[in-house]
């Protein structure tokens, strides 16, 4: 399995921007695809964007269409999500995770095998 470990979390306003980054570990994350999924407090865990092994396809919640940018640089074993125009919808903590083998977009957490420890995004109003 791969290891994450995610930052760039913090504290924004309303309409401001972050950029979160998931560095992994290991020499095989381009055989990986990478999610980003949030839990808000009380709430489940949801999708948010993925994207494949190569960076061909990208995945979006409907809720986040317009606003993130999922990238990836396989060279530095990194994946990016660029978050812009912020909401305090939001607010939660985000997780990376990452899929071995095909990735056919799925947004199923179950379908991912590695997660990192998340990092806490808060959108004041």
């Known amino acids: 399995q791969v290891q994450l470990v995610e930052s760039g979390g913090g504290l924004v306003q309303a309409g401001g921007s972050l950029r979160l980054s998931c560095a992994a570990s290991?020499?095989?994350?381009?055989?990986?695809?990478t999610g980003w999924f949030r839990q808000a407090p009380g709430k489940e865990r949801e999708f948010v964007a993925a994207i494949s092994q190569s960076g061909s396809r990208t995945y979006y919640a409907d809720s986040v269409k317009g606003r993130f940018t999922i990238s990836r640089d396989n060279a530095k074993n990194t994946v990016y999500l660029q978050m812009n125009s912020l909401k305090p919808e939001d607010t939660a903590v985000y997780y990376c995770a990452a899929h071995l083998g095909w990735y056919s977009g799925t947004n199923y957490a179950g379908d991912f095998d590695s997660w990192g420890q998340g990092t806490q995004v808060t959108v004041s109003s």
């Open positions: 290991g020499r095989t994350f381009s055989s990986y695809a």
